[in-house]
């Protein structure tokens, strides 16, 4: 049974199968998760050693020369480049661009193992390892906290919110810029020491030692065991104010004791030397570091990125309603700005896919009426929803996510969707005004150019589908519009093969002569230029030659960008 025949006789389980795809495809757009960019991962590992108080070329020497001897002997290492500035090294290891991601896990691992084999020198603090995708650079949304507060009170309010909004489902990280670290400064009165004959070290000893958590073994009793430590508690300037560096007694103190416990010791008499005695304390921010403004304004950056295949606006919606929370909390002077949020662009790109549907849509159906009739137009149209609800069913099955570029590759293929569905309605029209009855023209209409469609699919989609093999960054970036374009385009050949002939069957109607008196002038026109062409055809083909070839001989002489800069 042929493809027609099989659609004609089963118009129930045609409709029934419509209706379906319809339905499910509703389902996977809602589900789709939305983002600006698809996350590209890089296939890279950084590792960042911060190294504070140390010149640009000690770091290279004591950091980065070790770290590189290391990771020589990695395999698929394609390049290892590195920076050295002050207080800071970094070494970024590429590995080739075939490596697949499971290659890139079991990588990943081993060049940690190797970097824990690497001996650094005293000083450096909390090194890094970490592999890199776009994501870390693409935020869905960065919030910015500013105002005439004073600085502490926007860093705690960000730190607040901060941990509110990591919170959200779906959320990788909330990076803090612009909130600097907390210090404690302590800043010691010489005449003071000299007259109480305290030492600086006795004060450094006692701050380190009330400092320090220390474990105090292990407590047992008859049916358990306490694992015992003690830890520091200091928090607030006041707390440093109240250490103890020495007793009365003339024995150091550091370490003992409670700060409240040692105040109301010299009260009662004891004496005791605390350390508001010998000098001042402050609490204050480390003067390195990034510093951030807004409208003039001291400001602190709350930077949200997502998990890989995390819904955008989903995250932004849940976003706007912790903020509206935060607002009762909110202390007086801090002001809260959304700022990059991508979910804007994000919007406008489906808006444009919307628009160009329905205009599309529009203005098919209005030059199909001019020459097949309004019912037969409407019969086309119905290709363009259905193929894109065929196309939202299997990005979701796929995993895939509908970002701009997904968009993209939708409207590339907006106006394609539709061309076997014209070849298919305009030739079953043909037969019927032949005297082919509806049943018998759809049948015959189909089957009679089947071969065509299916070869002018797959030669479109061979032009495509090597799109999905660039090597490097680019092609994992662009992996998904050929794969977009080709899936609606087997979607449509598929709407157009099974769908549509059913359809002109039953609801084609009836079918007239249409006399367009400005096609027929048209058509007779193009009809002598096409027999002039013929008849001089060794001379068009010559002309046409020497026109590719000049067109081709352009190509050196045209500038090369492939993203070109924008504003």
Same mark, same amino acid.
């Given at each position: 049974?042929?493809?027609?025949?099989?659609?004609?006789?089963?118009?129930?389980?045609?409709?029934?199968?419509?209706?379906?795809?319809?339905?499910?495809?509703?389902?996977?757009?809602?589900?789709?998760?939305?983002?600006?960019?698809?996350?590209?991962?890089?296939?890279?590992?950084?590792?960042?050693?911060?190294?504070?108080?140390?010149?640009?070329?000690?770091?290279?020497?004591?950091?980065?020369?070790?770290?590189?001897?290391?990771?020589?002997?990695?395999?698929?290492?394609?390049?290892?480049?590195?920076?050295?500035?002050?207080?800071?090294?970094?070494?970024?290891?590429?590995?080739?661009?075939?490596?697949?991601?499971?290659?890139?896990?079991?990588?990943?691992?081993?060049?940690?193992?190797?970097?824990?084999?690497?001996?650094?020198?005293?000083?450096?603090?909390?090194?890094?390892?970490?592999?890199?995708?776009?994501?870390?650079?693409?935020?869905?949304?960065?919030?910015?906290?500013?105002?005439?507060?004073?600085?502490?009170?926007?860093?705690?309010?960000?730190?607040?919110?901060?941990?509110?909004?990591?919170?959200?489902?779906?959320?990788?990280?909330?990076?803090?810029?612009?909130?600097?670290?907390?210090?404690?400064?302590?800043?010691?009165?010489?005449?003071?020491?000299?007259?109480?004959?305290?030492?600086?070290?006795?004060?450094?000893?006692?701050?380190?030692?009330?400092?320090?958590?220390?474990?105090?073994?292990?407590?047992?009793?008859?049916?358990?065991?306490?694992?015992?430590?003690?830890?520091?508690?200091?928090?607030?300037?006041?707390?440093?104010?109240?250490?103890?560096?020495?007793?009365?007694?003339?024995?150091?103190?550091?370490?003992?004791?409670?700060?409240?416990?040692?105040?109301?010791?010299?009260?009662?008499?004891?004496?005791?030397?605390?350390?508001?005695?010998?000098?001042?304390?402050?609490?204050?921010?480390?003067?390195?570091?990034?510093?951030?403004?807004?409208?003039?304004?001291?400001?602190?950056?709350?930077?949200?990125?997502?998990?890989?295949?995390?819904?955008?606006?989903?995250?932004?919606?849940?976003?706007?309603?912790?903020?509206?929370?935060?607002?009762?909390?909110?202390?007086?002077?801090?002001?809260?700005?959304?700022?990059?949020?991508?979910?804007?662009?994000?919007?406008?790109?489906?808006?444009?896919?919307?628009?160009?549907?329905?205009?599309?849509?529009?203005?098919?159906?209005?030059?199909?009426?001019?020459?097949?009739?309004?019912?037969?137009?409407?019969?086309?149209?119905?290709?363009?929803?259905?193929?894109?609800?065929?196309?939202?069913?299997?990005?979701?099955?796929?995993?895939?996510?509908?970002?701009?570029?997904?968009?993209?590759?939708?409207?590339?293929?907006?106006?394609?969707?539709?061309?076997?569905?014209?070849?298919?309605?305009?030739?079953?029209?043909?037969?019927?005004?032949?005297?082919?009855?509806?049943?018998?023209?759809?049948?015959?209409?189909?089957?009679?150019?089947?071969?065509?469609?299916?070869?002018?699919?797959?030669?479109? %989609? /061979?032009?495509? $589908?090597?799109? &999905?093999?660039?090597?490097?960054?680019?092609?994992? +970036? !662009? @992996?998904?519009?050929?794969?977009?374009?080709?899936?609606?385009?087997?979607?449509?050949?598929?709407?157009?093969?099974?769908?549509?002939?059913?359809?002109?069957?039953?609801?084609?109607?009836?079918?007239?002569?249409?006399?367009?008196?400005?096609?027929?002038?048209?058509?007779?026109?193009?009809?002598?230029?096409?027999?002039?062409?013929?008849?001089?055809?060794?001379?068009? %083909? /010559?002309?046409? $030659?020497?026109? &590719?070839?000049?067109?081709?001989?352009?190509?050196? +002489? !045209? @500038?090369?960008?492939?993203?070109?800069?924008?504003?």
């Amino acid at each position: 049974m042929s493809i027609g025949k099989f659609s004609v006789k089963n118009p129930v389980l045609i409709n029934l199968l419509m209706i379906i795809l319809f339905v499910l495809g509703l389902f996977s757009i809602a589900r789709l998760p939305r983002e600006q960019f698809a996350e590209v991962p890089f296939y890279w590992v950084n590792i960042v050693v911060p190294y504070p108080g140390v010149s640009a070329p000690e770091v290279e020497q004591s950091v980065i020369v070790p770290i590189e001897r290391e990771f020589q002997n990695l395999p698929r290492v394609k390049q290892i480049s590195s920076t050295a500035s002050e207080g800071l090294g970094v070494v970024r290891v590429e590995f080739d661009d075939d490596v697949t991601a499971d290659e890139f896990g079991r990588l990943y691992q081993e060049a940690q193992t190797q970097f824990n084999r690497v001996s650094l020198p005293d000083g450096v603090i909390d090194p890094v390892v970490d592999d890199f995708s776009s994501g870390d650079f693409v935020p869905v949304i960065e919030d910015i906290l500013h105002g005439e507060a004073d600085y502490p009170v926007i860093v705690e309010a960000a730190e607040t919110l901060q941990r509110r909004i990591e919170g959200i489902r779906e959320v990788s990280e909330v990076t803090l810029i612009g909130g600097r670290e907390r210090e404690i400064a302590i800043e010691l009165d010489r005449n003071r020491m000299e007259a109480l004959g305290v030492s600086l070290n006795e004060v450094i000893q006692a701050v380190d030692g009330r400092s320090a958590a220390v474990p105090g073994g292990v407590l047992e009793t008859a049916n358990r065991e306490y694992l015992l430590r003690t830890v520091s508690g200091l928090e607030s300037a006041e707390d440093f104010k109240d250490i103890i560096v020495r007793r009365s007694n003339g024995s150091q103190a550091a370490g003992s004791g409670m700060g409240g416990g040692a105040a109301g010791a010299s009260a009662e008499g004891f004496g005791a030397v605390l350390v508001r005695d010998v000098g001042s304390v402050e609490e204050q921010f480390e003067r390195r570091g990034i510093t951030a403004r807004y409208n003039g304004n001291s400001a602190v950056v709350l930077r949200v990125t997502k998990v890989t295949k995390g819904n955008a606006i989903s995250i932004v919606e849940d976003l706007r309603q912790t903020l509206e929370q935060f607002d009762e909390i909110r202390p007086p002077g801090v002001q809260i700005a959304l700022f990059n949020d991508s979910t804007v662009q994000i919007q406008d790109s489906i808006s444009v896919l919307v628009n160009n549907g329905l205009f599309g849509f529009l203005l098919l159906v209005l030059i199909l009426y001019l020459f097949i009739g309004f019912r037969n137009a409407l019969i086309t149209g119905i290709g363009i929803p259905l193929a894109f609800a065929i196309t939202f069913i299997v990005l979701e099955w796929m995993g895939e996510t509908l970002n701009s570029n997904t968009l993209f590759g939708l409207v590339l293929v907006l106006g394609m969707v539709v061309d076997h569905a014209i070849v298919i309605v305009e030739n079953s029209y043909r037969l019927k005004q032949d005297g082919y009855s509806s049943v018998d023209a759809a049948i015959e209409g189909t089957n009679q150019v089947v071969k065509p469609v299916i070869t002018a699919t797959l030669t479109t %989609v /061979a032009a495509f $589908l090597p799109l &999905m093999f660039l090597p490097g960054i680019i092609g994992r +970036f !662009l @992996r998904v519009i050929p794969l977009v374009v080709s899936i609606a385009l087997i979607a449509s050949t598929f709407e157009a093969l099974v769908f549509l002939p059913v359809h002109f069957a039953e609801w084609s109607g009836k079918t007239g002569e249409r006399k367009l008196r400005l096609f027929d002038r048209f058509r007779d026109r193009f009809a002598r230029l096409a027999g002039g062409v013929y008849k001089h055809r060794r001379i068009s %083909v /010559a002309v046409m $030659l020497l026109i &590719m070839i000049g067109s081709f001989a352009l190509v050196p +002489f !045209l @500038r090369q960008d492939l993203f070109s800069a924008e504003d």
